[in-house]
């Protein structure tokens, strides 16, 4: 007989114990997987956007609230900055380029950015249909926007006041959709763009001395500036500077002893796992000596027995692998998007990575060790004996 079928069949002679395995070994797969696929993909994508942003400019309050309300649009701003005040104090030679935007409305949920075409060369974001907003209620409207919400080019819709979809319509000013960005799989699929006095106008305002803005994102000359701007900011009360990089650095760290337990604890799963595969043989062994004996009668070596044994248990660790993997592939596609919205996973279901293989080879490895043991007794057993007790 095949020893391959021979052990498929030995492992589903008790599904019960076979299926407890390797539901521990996808288990502690699962988890391991999908948090390093959310965390790599929210490194890429927010290094990607921390990127061509110096510092932020804005409202007094907190610099992490700050960052991610202006560049990754999953916080309320900390406030509004009068423009007058603001561009004087841009002038600064230590600085070399600005962007203002202007938040506070949405269109079913999507927030609403004013600012100036610029931003799309900053962000390497691109236009794949129509044009970039040039004229007032114009606007740009990223990949997820114009799939969930119908929109195409020279549609139209009305703007909420708010971040959630319902605040006061502003029903007299309709957009007119004149542009639809390539998807990027980040923050620039969820928002609408359109230009500051465009924002104005919504709230029947026009540019003049009270005019504001929500943040300025900035661009130094050289380094010297992340440190000489901020001293000169302090001494203003109603603005604060944040670093996107040193906040968001910031924000790992907070992160990291979470996400390190729950690695901890899928590794304590997977040794379970194993475990539980190394006591379901030892049980095993008691009850097919004979069958053991009887191969070994029709000419089975020690050693095949040795190996049946230990493919019962790579056996469990593959397919415990196999079905946490694909798991993993359907929760880390909705993981960071749920835990961060505007964010997803960049990683594909027909990628593999290097990290993921590793692991496959330690999960085999671990099914291995925890049928050694049992296959050496097994192999070790001396027909006289068994067929004399029998």
Avoid at 14 to 30: D, E, H, M, Y
Avoid at 272 to 298: D, K, T
Avoid at 310 to 318: D, K, T, V
Wanted: net charge neutral.
């Amino acid at each position: 007989m095949n020893l391959f079928y021979l052990v498929w069949k030995n492992v589903w002679k008790k599904p019960l114990a076979s299926l407890l395995s390797i539901l521990l070994f996808s288990l502690g797969t699962t988890i391991i997987l999908s948090i390093s696929s959310a965390q790599e993909s929210l490194k890429t994508q927010v290094k990607e956007s921390v990127q061509g942003v110096d510092m932020i400019l804005g409202a007094n309050g907190s610099p992490l609230q700050l960052v991610l309300s202006s560049l990754f649009h999953i916080d309320f701003p900390t406030g509004n900055i009068p423009l007058e005040k603001t561009e004087k104090l841009l002038k600064n030679p230590l600085i070399k380029e600005y962007l203002h935007i202007s938040i506070g409305d949405n269109y079913q949920g999507y927030r609403i950015v004013g600012t100036e075409p610029e931003f799309l060369d900053w962000f390497k974001a691109e236009i794949e249909f129509g044009k970039p907003w040039n004229m007032s209620f114009g606007a740009v409207i990223g990949a997820e926007v114009a799939q969930n919400m119908n929109l195409e080019l020279g549609g139209q819709f009305h703007s909420s006041h708010g971040f959630s979809g319902e605040g006061m319509g502003h029903d007299d000013h309709p957009f007119n959709v004149v542009g639809i960005l390539k998807e990027t799989g980040g923050v620039a699929d969820r928002l609408i763009f359109c230009s500051t006095e465009t924002v104005w106008n919504v709230h029947g305002k026009q540019r003049d001395a009270d005019s504001e803005i929500t943040a300025s994102l900035i661009r130094f000359r050289n380094p010297g500036g992340l440190v000489a701007f901020p001293r000169i900011v302090r001494k203003i009360p109603e603005f604060t500077v944040a670093s996107p990089a040193f906040e968001i650095n910031r924000l790992f760290l907070v992160f990291e002893p979470l996400i390190g337990f729950l690695k901890v604890l899928a590794w304590v799963i997977i040794i379970i796992s194993s475990l539980s595969i190394m006591f379901a043989l030892f049980n095993a062994l008691s009850e097919r000596v004979y069958e053991i004996s009887l191969m070994r009668v029709m000419g089975a070596s020690r050693r095949k027995v040795f190996l049946s044994l230990i493919l019962e248990g790579l056996y469990l660790a593959f397919f415990g692998f196999v079905a946490g993997f694909l798991f993993s592939k359907v929760i880390s596609q909705n993981l960071l998007a749920w835990v961060l919205p505007g964010f997803a996973s960049s990683g594909s279901w027909f990628e593999i990575s290097s990290f993921e293989i590793s692991l496959f080879v330690l999960v085999l490895l671990m099914g291995v060790v925890a049928a050694l043991i049992p296959a050496i007794i097994g192999a070790r057993k001396e027909i006289s004996r068994i067929l004399f007790s029998e």
